[in-house]
Each structure stands twice: as structure tokens, then as C-alpha cells.
């Protein structure tokens, strides 16, 4: 099992930890701050350093059990088993993307009532795709959208009882992947104050603390991707993202 420490504390950027197992095709650590790639987020890259040597992480994957494995990069020296090591994210593609994950959530809280078939997270652009009949106005999404960033709202994660599902399936918009179930836990993440609330969602995600740290957002494309499937293409504002 690792412990997965971005779950609570994405903004950790760095640990130590303990090699549990290591070979070439991947390292399992004891503990972690690299997300493992999973609903759409890229798993993270960095670096793993010990006793003066360095193995560069060229992605981060979900493993047998609980296990999150580090890819190495080819032919990359390996940290022996029960070796304490330094495990580095790139903080600043981890930024960019927690940026992106959280203004995907804002999209998703404005296109009301249509469930999410697909998407995908990237530091440059994003998508998600909804089952919606009509697109919507590109202008009309891409200016509510920075309206809600602007207005800084908090975003938080709650841990609640995973039973909830079965009280409140509504809280589940995406019709490809669902919510694990088993651990007895369920993660939603929230976006807004109590009195205010824009977006609830299970997400296993990480996320900024606030709406204000995305930034202005272009919607660079909304298309037709079948009968009842329109794919919305988000980037920031001040990245060079082609549709």
C-alpha cells in the first residue's frame, strides 16, 4: 500500500519515503506525493533522489491494490528496496494542472441537468464532453466561466461516508467512470460556501484552494461529436492551446 499524501495535501510538493519495491517497471514507494493517473489527470513526473543519485519519473500509475507505481525514465538507475528517498514533483506542470482540473468542475456546474461522457485534463487545454442535445454558446460559456473564477470562490475536499451515493446518486455526472466504492469513504470536492454552493462532485483530483488561482480561461472550441455528444475545449488564457 502507499499513502497517497496528495489526497489531503495537494499542495505538497515533496516527501520523503521508503522503496518498497523497484524494478523497471516502476518504483512503489511507502508513501507519495505523485498522483497516480486516473479520471482524467495525468499522472505526475518528477524525481525520486537518494545518497547522491537521482531517478527522473516520467509518469505515475495505479498499481496492484493500493500500490501507486513511479515510472522511471529508460535505463534510469534504481533506489534499492528499503531505501529512504526524496520524492520530488514537477510542482509547476502539478500547478498548471490542478489549475484545470478545478475551472473542468466550474465548466461542468454550468452546463445544468447533462451528464459528462468523457474528458480530459492538460496543463495547455482541457475537455469534457456532455451528453447535450444543443451546444451551448461559446461566448455565453466562456464568460460565466471566468465570472466564477473571478469571483474567487474556496474549493475544498470533504471525506464523507461512501453510502451517500445511494442517497444522492445525482452527485455522480459522469457516465464513464464512477466513484470507487469498498473503502467505506467517499472524496467529493467542493466548490463555493455553504450558502453558495457552485460545484459537488466525487473527485480524486487535486485542486487549488480557491477559484482565483486559475486564472481567465478561453473557451477555444465547442464541437459535435456525435448526435448527442458536444466536446467543450477549455485552455488559459495565456497559453498558446490549439484547438
Known sequence: MTQPLF???PTLASTTATVVEAGPGGIVLDRTVFYARGGGQPGD????????AETPIGD????????????PAA???LPPVGTQVEAVIDWQRRYALMRMHTAMHLLCSLIKGAAVTGGSVGADKSRLDFDLPNPPKKEDIEAHLNALIAADHPVRIEWVE???LDTDPGLVRTMSVKPPRGTGRLRLMRIGADDGLVDLQPCGGTHVSRTGEI????VLKIEN???QNRRIIIAPADAAGNA
Open 7 to 9: 489526497l489531503d495535501t
Open 45 to 52: 513526473t518528477g524525481v525520486l533522489r537518494w545518497n547522491g
Open 60 to 71: 505515475t500509475v495505479k498499481g496492484e491494490g493500493d500500490a501507486i507505481v513511479h515510472v
Open 75 to 77: 535505463d534510469a538507475p
Open 162 to 164: 461512501e453510502s451517500v
Open 215 to 218: 486564472g481567465p480561461i478561453r
Open 225 to 227: 461529436k456525435g448526435k
